[in-house]
């Protein structure tokens, strides 16, 4: 049984306008395939492109809207658009939580599954406003009303099982604390009944709606409701720990011999910022050498981040015993961001969906400063460095210049390729 959680900007709605708009979509799966999907504020913008993708995938798409006039049209857009007839309307105002009670006690009463929900509705910049229940409006709208509407479908959610909630939110959030002090929550004034400000109360929205999506996703863990299922390799390896690491591990370490004979060689392995969010179950900060592939407590994102840790980690060891031995090879780390590629192959669907529309948003930022940070990487002898996207050598995490970690994790991965005893 799953739940899981992505958060996306709702600056991805040009984007998602134009990929509907020129029928630019990932690959077509059987995963959403009579799925039952909510979307909220679904008749225009984000949420209508969302439900219309949705739609063409095959699923059972409620529009969850306000207006039922406006939400009707948007249902008739997406059957002609689509071809597929099970789109139907549900009305809910975010704006008064009795109108949420009753759109979760309608969707319990035709007893079906749910499989995705989308919180999209949201207002902004509104001048300052009560709800019917007393609330601020943005703030009801765009955090209060979906942290009710997710808690009442969410037993539903788990029953279902291999459910994703996605929470939209925006790069606002970031000044949602631009009048807390000390970048803290301002527990007496969080609907800003005080010095009220339509962006500030809109970015603290978006914070709010953030931060409960991460404190969910860890109740949900602590149950044991995990994000992706745990899978092993024909080696039996964890799937991101072989694939992202061990592998590459591997191959390198075959290669080295006749790097070393061409001599002036490069080795640039590609890591990601995600290796910093590594040690996020660490102890201290150090390597859990008796789980270093999650089989105790598995995150899909913390395995991701693990392993990108540990390619950077490996890629100082061998630059400084290459350096040692005087090796002609040099070594270093590339981080091409958001590049877009086929990386999130095995992510859930609805997952690699979203990681795609931020691809395309990024374009361009990504693939081509891979091939500057390979030209750059060990020029003029450079070894054992770290490279952004941006082609600037800047630091990776402290963990990962850890000498005896970085020592004993060389040896733990020869052990396991069965390359036997190496010189440190």
Same mark, same amino acid.
Request: net charge negative; hydrophobic share 40%; glycine share 6%.
């Given at each position: 049984m799953t739940v899981s959680f992505q958060r996306v900007s709702s600056e991805a709605s040009a984007e998602a306008w134009r990929l509907c708009d020129h029928g630019d979509y990932p690959d077509t799966d059987e995963w959403v395939r009579g799925k039952v999907c909510i979307v909220t504020g679904s008749n225009s913008g984000l949420g209508y492109y969302t439900a219309l993708y949705l739609a063409r995938m095959g699923a059972h798409v409620i529009l969850a809207c306000? $207006?039922?006039?406006?939400?009707?049209?948007?249902?008739?857009?997406?059957?002609?658009?689509?071809?597929?007839?099970?789109?139907?309307?549900?009305? =809910? %105002?975010?704006?008064?939580? %009795?109108?949420?009670?009753?759109?979760?006690r309608e969707f319990e009463r035709r007893d079906l599954p749910l499989h995705v929900l989308v919180n999209n509705a949201s207002v902004f910049m509104t001048p300052y406003a009560n709800t019917v229940d007393g609330f601020e409006r943005q703030f009801q709208t765009n955090y209060l009303g979906p942290f009710l509407l997710t808690n009442l479908l969410l037993p539903r959610m788990i029953e279902t099982g291999n459910a994703r909630i996605v929470n939209v939110s925006s790069q606002a959030h970031r000044i949602g604390t631009a009048n807390y002090a000390a970048g803290k929550l301002e527990w007496d004034n969080l609907q800003m009944?005080?010095?009220?400000?339509?962006?500030?109360?809109?970015?603290?929205?978006?914070?709010?709606?953030?931060?409960?999506?991460?404190?969910?996703?860890?109740?949900l863990a602590q149950q044991g409701v995990f994000m992706t299922p745990y899978a092993n390799t024909v080696d039996g390896f964890e799937r991101q720990f072989q694939t992202n690491y061990l592998g590459p591990f591997l191959l390198t370490n075959l290669l080295l011999p006749r790097m070393i004979e061409t001599g002036n060689a490069r080795i640039v392995n590609v890591s990601s910022q995600a290796h910093r969010i590594g040690t996020a179950n660490y102890a201290a900060g150090k390597l859990e050498w008796d789980n270093l592939q999650m089989d105790k407590g598995y995150s899909p994102l913390i395995s991701y981040g693990r392993t990108k840790l540990m390619i950077a980690m490996a890629s100082y060891e061998l630059a400084r015993r290459l350096a040692q031995q005087g090796a002609p090879v040099t070594v $270093?780390? =590339? %981080?091409?961001?958001?590049? %877009?590629?086929?990386?999130a192959a095995y992510s859930t669907p609805m997952r690699a969906f979203l990681f795609k529309l931020l691809q395309k948003l990024f374009a361009g930022r990504g693939g081509a400063d891979v091939r500057v940070g390979g030209e750059l990487a060990g020029a003029g002898g450079m070894t054992g460095k770290y490279f952004i996207h941006n082609k600037r050598q800047i630091a990776s995490s402290s963990t990962s210049y850890n000498l005896d970690d970085a020592k004993r994790l060389w040896d733990v991965s020869a052990r396991l390729v069965g390359l036997g005893a190496t010189r440190s």
């Open positions: 306000r $207006n039922i006039e406006k939400a009707e049209k948007a249902r008739r857009e997406i059957i002609d658009a689509s071809g597929n007839d099970l789109v139907e309307v549900m009305q =809910v %105002d975010l704006a008064s939580l %009795d109108s949420v009670r009753n759109f979760a009944d005080k010095g009220y400000s339509p962006l500030i109360s809109y970015g603290r929205t978006k914070l709010m709606i953030a931060m409960a999506s991460y404190e969910l996703a860890r109740r $270093n780390v =590339v %981080d091409p961001f958001l590049a %877009d590629t086929g990386v």
